[in-house]
């Protein structure tokens, strides 16, 4: 969906920018030396926009040391006191998110907009399924895509009252449903950018499954500017996922390795190839479909689309690309053999 773009800090989000990605920390944000030395490593996994908590003035002061030690933009957030909003973004914060909902009245919201206003910096409005406000609760019978909506345009309305549209939305829920659901209904009439994410999606499988299915379902439609995978784990984990989701939806490049399901004619131990070859290519930077096939007679033509792979026969296996055979080699020699290809390194060319 087209949507008007603003800038955080040196990250454009919507119009057709490409979607970023961006996560959370969960140090305490005045302690700055723990807070950079997360920053970096998100920095470093492939975060594009960091948020911090800013639940007291010396957290809010704290942003200005933050910013000076990363390079990636950092977004204050905040509940409740809309001075820790004006003091975030006196001391840089790229961007500041707030639920105007719960920070006390039009005299604050406005103060919060004159504060980005005067730091060139956008606002989002955050709006979460388990803090709606009581009317729109009890008008709607529950936390429902339409109630979050509507608190979202209200609020909206109000910045835009003040002359204010640097603006981008969040609408999250820990329900899928409800999630996607108010996402497309947002989409729909309004051109501001759209955070999208789950909100409380737990840990392990089953929240990888529910934020996929949220920001999937989403993203696939053509919904959403920027991202966050919430996951009750190190935030690193965050943006290993965001980045996987993105690659799986064509949206970001990357190695995507495709490996068949084994079956009865798999005559090698596929599962420790598997985890061989995906260690061995993650972190590469190159745009490539790598196959980790079964069994050398079928593998191939299976995995056609491939540009690169290998699959296994009895203690030897197949080099191919394209769907061709280009070398045979024993069992023990194929992680390291297509490793080395899909690098261009020396050793790929040698065992050719
Ligand atoms: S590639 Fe071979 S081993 Fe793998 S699923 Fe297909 S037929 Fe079975």
Known sequence: MATRRINVGSVPIGGGAPVSIQSMTNTRTEDV??????????????????????PTMEAAGAIRAVKDA??????????????????????GADKIRINPGNIGGEKNVRAVAE????????IRIGINGGSLEKPLL???????????????????????RFGFENICISLTASDVRTTVAANRLAAAPADYP?????????????????????VGALLIDGIGDTLRVSLTDDPVKEVETARKLLRVL??????????CPTCGRTQIDLFSLYR??????????????????????????????????????????ILFKKGREIARLPESELARALIALVSEDTYGEKVL
Not at 36 to 42: T, Y
Not at 115 to 122: H, K, Q
Request: aromatic share 4%; hydrophobic share 50%; with cysteine.
């Open 33 to 54: 030396h723990a807070t950079v030395e997360q920053i970096k490593r998100l920095e470093k996994a492939g975060c594009d926009i960091v948020r911090v908590a800013v």
């Open 70 to 91: 990363v390079s990636v933009p950092v977004v204050a957030d905040i509940h409740f006191d809309y001075r820790l909003a004006v003091a975030a973004a006196e001391a």
């Open 115 to 122: 504060a980005c206003r005067a730091a060139g910096v956008p």
């Open 138 to 160: 009890a008008k709607y019978g529950g936390v429902t895509p339409e109630a979050m909506v509507e608190s979202a345009r209200a609020q909206a309305a109000m910045l835009e």
């Open 194 to 214: 759209l955070h999208i994410g789950l909100t409380e999606a737990g840990a392990g499988d089953s929240a990888l499954m529910k934020a996929s299915a949220a």
């Open 250 to 259: 064509g949206l970001r490049g990357g190695v995507n390795i495709v490996a």
């Open 276 to 317: 061989e070859v995906e260690a061995g290519l993650a972190g590469l930077d190159r745009d490539v479909t790598v196959a980790v096939m079964g069994c050398a007679v079928n593998g191939p033509g299976e995995a056609a689309e491939a540009d690169y792979g290998v699959a296994g026969g009895r203690e030897w296996g």
